[in-house]
């Protein structure tokens, strides 16, 4: 069965070519105009992605993400932005969404990056520590099973899609849950930003990107607690490791 996509935009143009391009490549396509249509049409047909425009009149993309937030629904939603800032997709990831591409947008990008929503993450296979895109960094192995992930203090239930740093539970979006699974199942492995985007995004944007940059800040603003250890170090020049200092 195609996998089902619906997507948000008022812009008549950008829809149609959208709708027919996301056609093309597989998809089964609702293209609606505003808010209250995306809405109306994600609690009756329940689809496999969103693509939602920021910018629409009435309720905006923003909007529908914390309705169906505020729902329980975890379907995963891709912005369309006209906004480049960062406080910007900031917002976007506040309200909700997984992800957001910055018009004007190559439809490979929508593509790589619907991919990567609509997929499970995987371990990195690492062999003996410095090559395949990752280094070894001394530390206490991670102990992972099919449902549940536990390394520096982290706990991850992974049927549950929920994630704990002690006893507080964090509240993340299915991108940056995926990201830290990504860095949990590997803590104590430094992992490169071509690896990351990879196995996250399932495309290497390349070396001008911020996107990376972007998430991990944010995941560390919800990890980070007063008087504790950073968990999710950068190193410079190579990429980022989870671990307990």
Known sequence: ?????????????????????????????????????????AHREQPDVLVLDVMMPGIDGLQVCRVLRAEGDRTPILMLTALVETADRIAGLDAGADDYVVKPFDVEEVFARLRALLRRTSPVTTGGGSGGGAVADPGREPQTSDRQVEAAGLRMDLQARRAWRGRRELELTRTEFELLELLARNAGIVLDHSTIYDRIWGYDFGPGSKNLAVYVGYLRRKLDEPGAPQLIHTVRGVGYVLRED
């Open 1 to 41: 069965m195609p996998q089902t996509v619906l997507l948000a935009e008022d812009d008549r143009a950008i829809r149609h070519a959208l709708e027919r391009a996301l056609s093309l490549e597989g998809y089964e396509v609702t293209a609606v105009a505003d808010g209250v249509e995306a809405l109306a049409h």
